[in-house]
């Protein structure tokens, strides 16, 4: 929503250009808010864009920002070895504090920092963790990013809104101890807030005739209503804990390890990699790189998203067309015609995979 | 190398050597296809009936399969997940209202840059800019004339305002107990937000006195409109009701009233005592013989007469000591009902409550006098000045000192035992 075309000369080689009259009105507008400071601000901003004309055609539109790493990341199949390169994710720490399962992943040193091999060990671990992603948000999985570094709370949110009603996000504070081992206690208040909520959902989904639990339980029952314990330590856990910073949240991966939950890290040269399922070997102290890797995932939920959304369409098309078609085989059963050539061959189709 | 490195044995056996992953006998599965497989081996279901309770969504078809038309499988309905994004923060509603403020404050910041009302890199206006813009707002929704709002005005307007809701009940609104700090960042937030909302109202609400910038799109308007919507509920959603003194002209919240017969009642308080106290000015137009004598107000304490509930004279003299400081001694009738604590906290309970009941009693008198009418000012001056005297005397203010705990080891609070060489 930003004007666009401020192009060519910027903005305060333009304003030393103009008279002193206009410069020192510019001074002062650019410390006011009233109206005659807001006219001027205008002012200057149409004679800019009046002037980009001369200027060259890379636009602010047109151009790289930083905030697009954030708005707009490379899909899975888009990402390059540049792109990792240009955000620093090659970058380690020093070769003494190299651990030993990681050595496989050093390219090599540079000034005594360790350096990451992107082709043979960033870039192929990040395309499978993507497929990890994309194939759970199209089973209809659920997916936890823990980003709590200060700056990397814009990027997660952003991710985990891609992902829709999948992706989950803790960043703006530490994570809680316990939030997945000690569910029914911890988060007993957050599910009492909505239990209606998750009733409907109950409700919805045995009216459909599926089943309710998300992991193998002798307890899953479509016909008696979740208690809260069973929804905070089955229904409603993650199906994948994606971590931007496992130095910091070792307590994270310990619970989801506990559990049997699959978890995604970027493992940077200090840290062990075997520590999670799918370590990332990329650098976790810059924000560029985070950002990139986060962006990366997030697309790759969106895509399994969209699959899922296909699939969905197209059984609720089916429900309607099998519907229908029920309708039509009962009229003809009761009436005794017999029934057309397709019926017979659902029929006898059914015959044969139904044992 | 590298592949092998990542290769499904290998990790697998390291993963139960490590110490964090050793406390699960269960380790983490093995590499991405095995687990996959390993997930839809378990979750399988042979049985095509679908209501079977037990079985669990059938894994989803290749999208190849789409395609033709027979062979397609009915997709599994959804599983039950958390309704909100925050969910695993494990306090859902405060980390959403956080982040919904934070998200609220760089869209009007944004917003009002890129329509050139707010220089780039501005400090957020200060809160008496930001009091004059809500109140050129106010003025502009109802279709009057900006240019008349003074700030003296706008500052009484937003002295008016509520303050946000108490830390209680804003967790009960959140439905969690917020802790000091969790309340103190909420607040925060919520005033650097009310900083902008005046010129978004301003310049967004659509009240259309002030022009949006021409080379905005329709869009951003749309926006921007929303925006101000949304900031204004939000705002109004936290400001705490103050009810019956929401009309008061500062805002003052003690415990003071007035009752159904007019009567001005306060509450006052020291040490272990507390006392109820109710007022009502003696009438001038009594009986014909007392005109010429000075209105003199009886003082009721318990029941009983000022001279016998207090034999002692400092202690009368402190009764109507908030009295003779601003010069209406005998003016009111006084009614007090006092209990705990002793004599001294008693009379002193008394004279808090007294001094309430005094402002009170002025500030009422500028209540029901036409807002901006001339005998309103004078009112308004006799209410300021009362209650500057009052409380640079320290007689309005409640007296915090209460009665020192014993510690151990010592005689009293502070008396120690006398100290012994050996």
Redo the contacts between chains.
Sequence with gaps: ???SSVAGPSRHTLQRCFSTSHTQAAAT?????DAP??AQ??QT??TL?QLSDLGSTQTRASAWHPREMRTKPPSPREVTMSHLIAATAHVGHSMAKVTK?YQ??IYGTRHGIAQI?IE??TL??LR?AC??VR?IV???G?V?IVGTQKDA?PAV?AA??RMG??????T??RW?PG??SNAPK??Q??I???MD??IA??K??AA???????R?S?F????SE?SPSK?ASQ??Q?DVLIVLNPKNN?HA??E????????IGIVDTDV?P??V???IPANDESLRALELIVGVLSKAGQEGLK??K???D??ER??VNHARRDKVKRRMAGEGIEAPREVQEEKA?AEI??D | MAASAMASSSSSALLRRTVIASSSRHCASTSSAARLTATAQRHNSTSTSESSSASFPRPLPPLSKLTSRRGREPAPPSRIKPTTPTFFTAKPTYISLVLKLQSLLEQSRSLLQSADILPRDAKPPTTEEAALYEAQAEIAAEGGDMASVSMAKAMQKVQRQSPWKKRVEMSEGLGLTLSASQYRQLATSLTTLSRYNGLVQLHFAGNGEAPTAPHLGGAAVDQGTKLAQEMQSTLDEHRRDLGLNARRGDGFTTKSGVDEQGRIWAVGGRKDSSARVWIAPVSQATSGAEESQLPVGDILINGSPLSTYFTRQSHRESIVHPLRLVGLVGQFNIFALTSGGGHSGQAGAIAHGLSKCVVRYFEEKVATEEEGSVKREEWEKLRAGVRSTLAKDGVYKRDPRMVERKKTGLAKARKAYTWVKR
């Design positions: 929503m930003r004007a507008a650019a410390t006011t808010t400071a807001i601000r205008r901003r149409t864009s399962a496989p992943w091999d043979r060990a192929p671990a499978r497929r990890v194939d199209r089973n209809d659920v936890l709370s949110i985990a809104a009603s999948h992706g989950f996000h803790v703006t504070e809680t939030v997945l911890i988060l208040r957050a009492m807030g909505s909520d998750y959902q109950h919805s989904n459909i005739g599926g089943q309710t639990a998300a193998d002798p899953a029952d479509v016909n979740p929804l229904l409603l993650p070792l991966i310990r989801a390890t506990a559990l049997n939950i699959p978890t062990d075997r520590i399922t799918y370590p699959d899922r296909l699939l969905t197209q059984w089916d429900q189709r995979f139904d």
